[in-house]
């Protein structure tokens, strides 16, 4: 592709003492584009985050963000970015139109301009109603849509959102996915992390899953599925029918039951016995999230 | 244009004065009953109280000699109290700081803009005093009184910078324990708000001359009193309350560079 990428890492690792949080990461976010970098926790994701955000030092390779060094990143550069954080840092003591207000001044956004843009940017995020109320009265949903249109404040070319639609409610999240895609058609560049992987399913062109500081696969979420999970999944009850424990299909123990991952649903069902107790599904990321790291709990 | 860079630049730090400006607006009638009507009350109280019992001190009558202890006292509370409770819990619990750090703001801008607020505030607070003091006839010096007004403005920067280097290295709350005990309170009972400080044993009056508070009502007190203030000591006063406002404002922003970025 011709066109720089929006952020590039190259051999990207992080080390603090003798723990190496990441260890030479490369990717690329391409303008555009919908970017999820997914992994469990202790993955070297909030890591990872932070260098791109200038939070962290980067200890080894390169990063750059709009063709530039992230050690290099000024105030213009940081214009061009809009964060949606995983806390809420709205403030509480203000109005939803004050939080904007106040925003926007911080990017040196003359008056005009942010009178103009805010009442576009709550219609947008369906907050109209409440522009005059304070935070502490919104619901945790509108919170989020408010913390999203604060970070389109300045119209950035790139918006970062950390885990943007956790703890919402599936109604609050569907209206959060749309108009993430709504901003994505408008040709912005979305880097994403979430725990949800039908967040990243559905919003994501390109997906990095990391564990332990390294890139474990990557690519569309299509063929992430068809590359690691084949496409269908069919989770069989123990005692495994005979024809199924000769290792002929791929399959993965989960303890009670197997996963089976098969391309052709049909070539695993005609093999089955009438009696065995099944459940066919399409495969998703998550199947390739769990199956790529792990099934055990990670907890820090 | 780059002789207008660096008011250009001022923006972003107004823009955070103003952030915290728009809040109190929102909240201002508790915060004048804390910072305006709380030494009122203490004025009246040593006013009338400790005044009926002291007739004059150094000279002065009670009302005269106590009234700029009372200006130094409400900028010491509220830039002290904006600054590290204040500050802080816009840094670890708001998260008011990290959602400023994620726009063109700086560390620095942040800081400063917080240590203009604190001292603006403090001198809300201040006027407030001055004036109920003013019409009860405290002042002996108008001329003297708006230059113990710009020296107030001074002090309150160091105690809101002091109050950001403890903000800066506090855990939680706890911390400011420490702080109120080890340094407001001394600064307020030991540096002559009350009483001169010569009558303290002398020891203790060596180390009230560590405390800016000392200082302040050195400058204060004579200025609205009306009294001769002598250039030289006077120049040591400011340069004293210039240091710790400088060297604690470089403590805070160098420990929170370091605590906020890694």
């Known amino acids: 592709m011709a066109a720089t990428p929006i952020i590039e890492a190259k051999g990207l690792a992080k080390s603090y003492g003798a723990v190496q949080a990441v260890r030479g990461i490369d990717f690329a976010v391409r303008p555009g584009q919908c970017f999820a970098l997914l992994g469990p926790n202790g993955a070297g994701k909030t890591t990872t985050m932070r260098m791109i955000m200038g939070l962290t030092k980067i200890s080894a390779g390169s990063l750059t963000l709009f063709g530039k060094p992230v050690a290099q990143i000024g105030r213009a550069e940081r214009a061009r970015i809009g964060l949606v954080p995983q806390e809420d840092n709205l403030d509480p003591d203000l109005s939803v139109r004050q939080n904007l207000e106040v925003y926007g001044r911080y990017f040196k956004l003359p008056k005009s301009v942010i009178r103009e843009r805010i009442p576009a940017l709550v219609d947008f995020m369906q907050l109209t109603e409440k522009i005059d109320q304070g935070v502490m009265q919104l619901s945790g949903g509108m919170k989020r849509r408010l913390i999203l249109a604060r970070a389109m404040i300045a119209e950035p070319e790139l918006i970062i959102l950390d885990e943007p639609t956790t703890g919402l409610d599936p109604q609050a999240r569907v209206l959060i996915w749309k108009q993430l895609l709504e901003l994505k058609r408008a040709g912005r560049t979305l880097l994403l992390t979430t725990h949800y992987m039908d967040e990243a399913q559905r919003l994501s062109d390109w997906i990095v899953i990391i564990d332990q500081g390294r890139i474990l696969a990557e690519g569309t979420p299509g063929e992430l599925i068809a590359q690691h999970v084949k496409g269908h999944v069919f989770e069989v009850a123990k005692p495994l029918p005979g024809v199924l424990a000769n290792g002929r299909f791929e399959h993965e123990d989960i303890g009670d039951s197997v996963l089976f991952y098969v391309e052709q649903p049909g070539e695993l069902r005609r093999e089955l016995p009438a009696e065995t107790s099944y459940l066919h599904r399409p495969a998703n990321l998550e199947d390739v999230f769990l199956r790529l790291t792990g099934r055990k709990l990670r907890e820090n | 244009m780059a002789s207008l860079a660096p008011w250009r630049e001022a923006s972003y730090t107004l823009a955070i004065w103003r952030r915290h400006f728009l809040v109190w607006q929102r909240t201002i009638y508790s915060t004048l009953a804390l910072q305006v009507v709380n030494p009122i009350l203490f004025l009246f109280a040593y006013g009338l109280g400790l005044g009926a019992v002291i007739q004059t001190l150094d000279g002065l009558d009670y009302l005269t000699f106590v009234l700029p202890g009372m200006m130094a006292y409400s900028a010491l509370f509220t830039a002290s109290f904006e600054a590290s409770v204040g500050a802080y819990s816009r ?58 007004v710009l020296a107030l403005g001074l002090a309150s920067l160091s105690f809101a910078a002091v109050g950001l280097a403890c903000t800066a290295h506090a855990k939680s709350w706890e911390f400011f324990n420490y702080y109120f005990t080890f340094w407001v309170t001394p600064n307020f009972m030991f540096s002559g708000v009350f009483f001169p400080v010569d009558r303290l044993p002398d020891p203790i009056e060596w180390l009230s001359w560590l405390l800016p508070m000392t200082h302040l009502i050195q400058l204060v007190r004579p200025l609205t009193a009306g009294q001769p203030l002598a250039l030289g000591p006077a120049l040591l006063h400011v340069v004293f309350l210039a240091v710790i406002a400088v060297g604690a404002f470089l403590l805070a922003e160098r420990r929170l560079r370091a605590r906020m970025f890694d």
């Open chain 2, 91 to 148: 840094y670890a619990y708001q998260k008011t700081w990290d959602a400023m750090l994620a726009t063109p703001v700086s560390l620095l801008e942040v800081l400063l803009g917080e240590a203009l607020w604190a001292a603006f505030k403090a001198m809300l607070s201040v006027l407030g005093v001055l004036l109920v003091g003013a019409i009860w006839g405290g002042i002996a010096s108008v001329g003297g009184a708006v230059l113990a």
